[in-house]
């Protein structure tokens, strides 16, 4: 059974920065591809970025050029680089293997950040 553990959170003003980490459990990390997600209040859960197990990565419009998903696959974790953060960033984020383009197990705690204006 694979685990996601998410950490990093917090609460930051309006253009500040966060870095979330992931550390997956079980399962082949190095050949996954591995996924950033998250839910704000009253919305539904979303994808926001992704990242090969060769490195290649993809970004939602709503976070290019802002944020930076990388991975260590000896450590099986997966990072998220959260730069000019906004209030509208605010959200409980996740991260989950991808496959066929969804997520595959189980979602873990999550990590709240939260964005003041």
């Known amino acids: 059974q694979v685990q996601q553990v998410e950490s990093g959170g917090g609460l930051v003003q309006a253009g500040g920065s966060l870095r979330l980490s992931c550390a997956a459990s079980?399962?082949?990390?190095?050949?996954?591809?591995m996924g950033w997600y998250r839910q704000a209040p009253g919305k539904q859960r979303e994808e926001i970025a992704t990242?090969?197990?060769?490195?290649?990565?993809t970004y939602a419009d709503s976070v290019k050029g802002r944020f930076t998903i990388s991975r260590d696959n000896v450590k099986s974790t997966v990072y998220l680089q959260m730069n000019s953060l906004k209030a509208e960033d605010t959200a409980v984020y996740y991260c989950?293997?991808?496959?066929?383009?969804?997520?595959?197990?189980?979602w873990g705690q999550g990590t709240q950040v939260t964005v003041s204006s």
């Open positions: 989950n293997a991808v496959v066929a383009g969804r997520p595959f197990h189980s």
């Open positions: 990242i090969t197990g060769g490195g290649r990565t």
């Open positions: 079980g399962g082949i990390f190095s050949m996954s591809t």
